[in-house]
């Protein structure tokens, strides 16, 4: 086994939750974020990218969805693992079957409620506020080649006040998405070794 593991970042857009995994592995001694990618060429994570000094790939969604250069990219840079970070395009099996049970994904409410497509950001949260939920939370997960429906590794609640409204739920979810993703990803792929 490797002494270091290899960890590729996806993100869509702002890359809040990219940076704070960076900023977590920046001085692991066994883990390392190598490089981040992103489908849109305005995605402010490529900004963040830039100023952690960590390469990083904008891809079209075209090239994405064929898979062939960038698990040409992936393998060239000896990634081991990919992690989801606020990425929105469904994996192509291509890059599932290359990297089995080695892409991570965290998903913004307690699966298996508020999943599946189209569930992302914002409509999660207005979902389960028009829902009354009393609680949501983050669900960490394995990534398969159905929307949100690969194997649990963790999850977290919180509490949903009855006059919070989409924005305060947002940001309790975002509260728990910093505090344990990075930590889930450490746990699991330590695991691996």
Do not use: W
Not at 80 to 86: E, F, T
Not at 137 to 166: R, S
């Amino acid at each position: 086994m490797k002494s270091i593991l290899n960890i590729a970042l996806f993100a869509s857009g702002s890359g809040s939750n990219a940076q704070n995994i960076a900023e977590y592995f920046s001085q692991h001694p066994s883990l390392k974020i190598d490089s981040i990618y992103a489908n849109k060429e305005e995605a402010f994570v490529l900004q963040r990218a830039a100023k952690l000094a960590i390469p990083a790939f904008y891809f079209p969604n075209s090239d994405f969805r064929e898979g062939t250069v960038l698990l040409q990219k992936l393998r060239k840079r000896d990634v081991d693992i990919i992690v989801l970070a606020g990425f929105l395009l469904k994996i192509p099996p291509i890059l599932l079957e290359a990297f089995p049970n080695r892409i991570i994904n965290i998903h913004p409410a307690l699966l298996p409620k508020y999943g599946g497509k189209g569930m992302f950001g914002a409509h999660v949260h207005e979902a389960v506020k028009a829902a009354n939920e009393s609680e949501t939370g983050i669900t960490i997960h394995l990534v398969n080649e159905h929307y949100d429906e690969g194997q649990i590794l963790f999850q977290a609640q919180c509490a949903i006040e009855a006059d919070d409204q989409v924005e305060q739920i947002a940001e309790k979810v975002h509260a728990l998405e910093y505090a344990h993703f990075p930590h889930v990803i450490e746990t699991f792929v330590l695991s691996m070794k």
